[in-house]
């Protein structure tokens, strides 16, 4: 029978082990941020004198800040784990739990509770906190020139043909992305492989004040009905009317994946498919890479905990080398991965989850290798 002291004191080593796991984790994270945000002032200097320090602070750090913590997270778990779990073995600590009847598998459980807690922070921020956040970043830096990429979109867009809903095509010869028109627009309605409605105009606007996303106003129109026998035309120079579709749809920015939430994205995805839309690769890699990132705490944990927790000679240098070189391997290998789906040699969801498929055997491996 199991003596209540020892229950306690099994609940104070995982209360314990969290604690270290993830008051190491906030520590690297918040003092790597430090470093990064001093490097990215000091390389962007002359480009932040034109912006006020309130614009500084709130628009730009605030939400580069986080974009940056979920970029690194894996590197942040693997540091975390190899500094204070080394410091145990080192301290002899592992060795008393062990003593007490603990095994390794047990002492496993406080340390992938404080991954799961990781990876739900994480996916949080991905899914939620930045993609809000993006659009004020990117604003700012397309403002004042420190973005890599331009989102301006004032040139338009040219013979765009998209599927508004089953059976319905629409088609635009030309989109003028400021004025937010499009130049002789037609829209075709089938049933089957019949030819239902047939409408043409010399224009359409998206209206962005309506209440509903869809609305339209179309002028200079023409609408044949060629649902009966006979047919019939009715024209007009002006129509509100409800088209489902938005400029956002066939209008893709540069970074516009940042800025949806993971739900938006899932149903962005979707919608782009039935219409027979191509070009989603980016949208699709974004989403997928939300979750297998957030995943990828609980491999790195495994190993993590497996390298470091046996109490060896010559400190714990040689296990942040481990780390730093399996941590910055994973971020390599999702670079990479990344690749094969933008040229459409893989999926996007097999080359987001490539990393993870690759580290699963080696975890496997040191789990079974790590002190028992």
């Known amino acids: 029978m199991k003596s209540p002291f020892r229950h306690r004191l099994l609940k104070r080593l995982d209360w314990y082990i969290i604690k270290k796991f993830l008051g190491t984790y906030f520590f690297t994270i918040a003092l790597i941020i430090v470093i990064m945000v001093v490097f990215?002032?000091?390389?962007?200097?002359?480009?932040?004198?034109?912006?006020?320090?309130k614009e500084i602070i709130f628009e730009y750090y605030l939400n580069f800040i986080p974009y940056f913590i979920n970029l690194f997270s894996p590197l942040f778990v693997f540091i975390a784990i190899i500094f204070f779990t080394s410091k145990l073995a080192e301290n002899s600590e592992i060795i008393a739990m062990f003593s007490t009847g603990m095994s390794f598998k047990r002492m496993m459980i406080p340390y992938m509770?404080?991954?799961?807690?990781?990876?739900?922070?994480?996916?949080?921020?991905?899914s939620q906190v930045i993609p809000k956040g993006s659009i004020i970043r990117l604003t700012f830096e397309?403002?004042?020139?420190?973005?890599?990429?331009?989102?301006?979109?004032?040139?338009?867009?040219?013979?765009?043909?998209?599927?508004?809903?089953?059976?319905?095509?629409?088609?635009?010869?030309?989109?003028?992305?400021?004025?937010?028109?499009?130049?002789?627009?037609?829209?075709?309605?089938?049933?089957?492989?019949?030819?239902?409605?047939?409408?043409?105009?010399?224009?359409?606007?998206?209206?962005t004040l309506a209440a509903d996303k869809y609305h339209w106003k179309v002028r200079n129109y023409l609408i044949r009905d060629l649902s009966s026998n006979i047919e019939s035309i009715s024209q007009g120079n002006d129509m509100d009317t409800i088209i489902r579709f938005e400029p956002?749809?066939?209008?893709?920015?540069?970074?516009?994946?940042?800025?949806?939430?993971?739900?938006?994205?899932?149903?962005?995805?979707?919608?782009q498919?039935?219409?027979?839309?191509?070009?989603?690769?980016?949208?699709?890699?974004?989403?997928?890479?939300?979750?297998?990132?957030?995943?990828?705490?609980?491999?790195?944990?495994?190993?993590?905990?497996s390298l470091?927790?046996?109490?060896?000679?010559?400190?714990?240098?040689?296990?942040?080398?481990?780390?730093?070189?399996?941590?910055?391997?994973?971020?390599?290998?999702?670079?990479?991965?990344?690749?094969?789906?933008?040229?459409?040699?893989?999926?996007?969801?097999?080359?987001?989850?490539?990393?993870?498929l690759i580290y699963i055997p080696i975890a496997i491996f040191l789990y079974i290798k790590a002190p028992k």
């Open 40 to 53: 990215d002032f000091n390389e962007h200097i002359d480009k932040l004198n034109a912006a006020s320090a």
């Open 113 to 126: 509770l404080s991954a799961a807690l990781i990876a739900a922070f994480t996916l949080y921020l991905g």
């Open 273 to 305: 498919k039935e219409r027979g839309m191509g070009n989603i690769q980016d949208f699709e890699i974004e989403y997928h890479k939300r979750y297998a990132m957030s995943f990828a705490a609980f491999i790195l944990t495994v190993m993590g905990v």
């Open 142 to 207: 397309n403002r004042y020139g420190l973005s890599h990429y331009n989102r301006d979109n004032s040139g338009g867009a040219y013979n765009i043909q998209l599927e508004v809903e089953d059976g319905i095509i629409a088609y635009m010869e030309s989109y003028n992305h400021e004025t937010r028109t499009g130049y002789r627009f037609a829209l075709d309605k089938f049933e089957g492989k019949k030819l239902v409605s047939h409408m043409t105009a010399r224009s359409v606007t998206y209206d």
């Open 308 to 356: 470091s927790s046996r109490k060896r000679k010559g400190g714990m240098g040689l296990y942040l080398g481990i780390g730093l070189g399996l941590s910055f391997g994973y971020i390599l290998f999702q670079t990479v991965s990344q690749e094969f789906a933008i040229t459409g040699a893989m999926s996007a969801f097999w080359a987001e989850w490539l990393p993870n």
């Open 248 to 271: 956002g749809d066939f209008m893709i920015e540069n970074g516009q994946q940042e800025t949806m939430s993971s739900a938006e994205l899932r149903d962005y995805i979707r919608r």
